[in-house]
Nanobody, 132 residues
Framework: QVQLVESGGGTVQSGGSLRLSCVVS??????????LGWFRQAPGQKRVGVAA???????AYAEPVKGRFIISKVSAENTLYLQMNSLTPEDTAMYYC????????????????????????WGQGTQVTVSS
């Protein structure tokens, strides 16, 4: 009974910041080869990886968000975070957190793993809208 619940989405102006949170329940049922990550899907677009983190704390980012977004986790609280800075309208999307048995670097490079909820564990998403 693994469950991931995102929060923190909303509407912000271009150039603003937002922090997303993801609380993971049932972590005892997640194998240690699973990594945590953030994904996003804009209308009419594929869902793609944005940021992911390995169990040793190493992080990987998709090129469009590199230098602007920071992924982190607090294991004691079973919580994953995504700090988003310098937001632009291109960042507007539904943001999802997920756990998948794929290295962090691959999660942000290969979107094939993010096209359905049947592989890995996925949250329901939180909407982020950036106005110009």
């Amino acid at each position: 009974q693994v469950q991931l619940v995102e929060s923190g989405g909303g509407t912000v102006q271009s150039g603003g910041s937002l922090r997303l949170s993801c609380v993971v329940s049932g972590t005892q049922y997640i194998s240690n080869d699973y990594r945590l990550g953030w994904f996003r899907q804009a209308p009419g677009q594929k869902r793609v990886g944005v940021a992911a983190i390995d169990n040793d704390g190493g992080a990987a980012y998709a090129e469009p968000v590199k230098g602007r977004f920071i992924i982190s986790k607090v294991s004691a609280e079973n919580t994953l975070y995504l700090q988003m800075n310098s937001l632009t309208p291109e960042d507007t999307a539904m943001y999802y957190c997920a756990a998948l048995p794929v290295p962090a670097a691959i999660l942000v490079q290969d979107p094939s793993y993010a096209q359905g909820d049947d592989f890995g564990y996925w949250g329901q998403g939180t909407q982020v809208t950036v106005s110009s």
